[in-house]
């Protein structure tokens, strides 16, 4: 889930107050200068208990065109439609001595000010009560802002800079986390335009602080971790804070330099707390991370820390190194991305990998992640519809999207996430073993050409610069012709075996009717999911909603009567199936198939010699980085 923009970085001189702070060196877009004086936002929660705030927009310098006020129907990394404007209501506006103006809805999510005086002052309620990445949560304990769910933005001010003025509950002992630019009044902040603004998310509450000075080449960057969590014992956070160096410094190892912050800062957001959504956003310079798992759990602590890494990666790819197709960001609009097989898949295999390096996750836990995720990747019948670009495109509907009718999702679409994390692995073993070289010189030149100079890259730059990495255009040729832009997979067996990984079923032998969700039901057991093509109960005709009653004449009541039942076949053999449909009863003959669950087994534990080859590649991919990179 990605941000923004290589186009900000207007004066903020004209900003009263703004501090002036050291800008990162990145190379960046011209951006017209702005064309009138900066937006003013003003946000106040004198009904937190009921989950409102109060927002008020001032728009000045408009001369004498109509404003147009649109409030976002979509938010950086997430790709549905989220429609923010349903939670808007109380909308006025006004001039600034407070004569009324008409504010005309045009759209369901926008409105139209005709006959104003040169500024417009809107004021509205916000209701939110769904702290997440992409939605915001307010109560008497925080007040957790996704900017594009909470402030509206008038169309054709988007060059404009920006300040904003959070006025923290009285007594409440709120602070302010944000990547926003920081002011000498501690309630101010500001932002260069609009893009940066949207991208800037905001906790107000009593969060715990770390911080710390991360080298980087010849320079350094302040990291802070923000936590709001409950009763936060200082060891717990001390202890996570530790751990989250080490992710910092292993991903860092990656790209030999961190991503260089706008305004010499990042910050982890973290909200921690039984009331928050399970979710984690990139952002430019922080990302928004809630579970409701404690650090004082350290099992959960480190599921936590899995999240974490997985949107630090971000900060190069996806926020920096950037498809052109989500570049700048449109708020009024859903946004498409091919790519995100790359910026997300790609950020998907390094965030567990570098989990596995730093030792938060076992070695042995890795492998059988890779493992599911080959199986579900390999196996599931979606590659017949589309590659991993049509996987990508297909985000704006599942990606935390909701329908009302039934899709056949399960059937037609793997998830981009697992789709590109194995599409990385199979690549960084190719690079390894016929290149001597590794994902991460690709990641490190996709960083130099495209990250670094903040130019968003297309496909055709994705493939070249494979090329020019390995040496071998035709073989980069050949990776996106087959894998990217059609729907074939590397050869996982071949290459995890050069590592001494034997890729193999993990219950050879075992038959099975075919995955599906049973329940029971109706005096049988009821199919609660669609079945899966190509299944023995799909090919016998079972779908959604009907009930299974009979295996060979022997009625079944629970899911574990069909296991029990099948469980004395073999792959290959037929048994006879009676179950109720829509049109009544059916009775079909069907062979089993073979249960296709996959297990990666060193093959020392599978009796298999282990050359110093194998060993070495495998230390070279699984081993911490730290210490033998740059
Ligand atoms: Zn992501």
Known sequence: MPSLSPRFHVSLALLAGAALLVRSPAVRAQVPAPDGPPVHYDIRFPNADHHEAEVTATFAGLGS?????????????????????????????????????????????????????????VRYTLFGDHADGTYPGID??????????????????????????????????????????????????????????????????????????????????????????????????????????RIVREEKAVYGELAPYDYGTYTFLAGYLPWVYGDGMEHRNSTFLTSTRPLSDSADAVRDLGALAHEFFHSWN????????????????????????????????????????????????????????????????GRRFRGPIGMSDYSPFVDAASWVDRTNASNTFISYYSYGAVLAA???????????LTLDDYMRAMWRKYGRTGTPYTLAGLRSTLGEVAGDSAFARTFFEHDIEGTAVPDYAALLGKAGLLLRPAHPGRATLGSARLVPAGGGVQVASG??????????????????????????????????????????????????????????????????????????????????????????WLDSEVATRP
């Open 318 to 381: 996806m926020e920096r190194i950037r498809d052109r197709a989500i570049e700048p960001f449109d708020f009024a609009h859903v946004q498409m991305s091919g790519l995100l097989w790359f910026g997300e898949g790609f950020t998907q295999y390094y965030g567990q990998l570098v989990m596995e390096r730093t030792g938060y996750t076992s070695r042995r836990d890795y492998l059988d992640g890779l493992a599911r995720t080959l199986d579900y990747v390999l196996h599931s019948p």
């Open 140 to 245: 008497r304990t925080h007040a957790h802002l996704n900017m594009p769910a909470v402030f509206l933005y008038a169309r054709g001010l988007e060059n404009r800079p920006i300040a904003v003025d959070f006025h923290l509950p009285a007594g409440a002992g709120w602070k302010v986390g944000t990547q926003l630019v920081p002011t000498s009044d501690p309630e101010r902040f500001t932002a260069p335009d609009l893009q940066y603004f949207m991208d800037s998310p905001t906790e107000l509450s009593n969060f715990d602080e770390r911080s710390w000075r991360e080298p980087s080449g010849d320079t350094a960057f302040t990291i802070r971790l923000f936590v709001h969590q409950q009763d936060t014992a200082a060891a717990d956070l001390d202890r996570y804070e530790t751990m989250v160096k």
């Open 65 to 121: 065109s109509p404003l147009e006020i649109q409030m976002s129907r979509s938010s950086p990394g997430r790709y549905a439609l989220h429609e923010f404007a349903k939670n808007v209501y109380g909308l006025t506006a006004s001039t600034p001595d407070g004569k009324r103006l008409n504010a005309d809805r045009v759209t369901p999510s926008r409105w139209r000010v005709t006959s104003h005086g040169g500024t417009v002052v």
């Open 531 to 620: 079945t899966e093509i190509g299944s023995p109960l799909y090919a016998a005709g079972v779908d959604y909603h009907d009930v299974l009653l009979e295996i060979d004449g022997t009625k079944v009541h629970n899911p574990s009567d069909i296991n029990r039942l099948i469980s004395v076949h073999a792959p290959g053999d037929s048994v006879t199936l009676s179950y109720i449909a829509r049109d009544g009863r059916h009775q079909a003959r069907v062979g089993l198939a073979a249960e296709r669950a996959l297990e990666i087994v060193p093959f020392e534990d599978a009796g298999r010699p282990v050359t110093k080859a194998m060993r070495d590649l495998r230390s070279a």
């Open 426 to 436: 199979g690549l960084d073993l190719e690079l390894r073993t016929r290149f001597h």
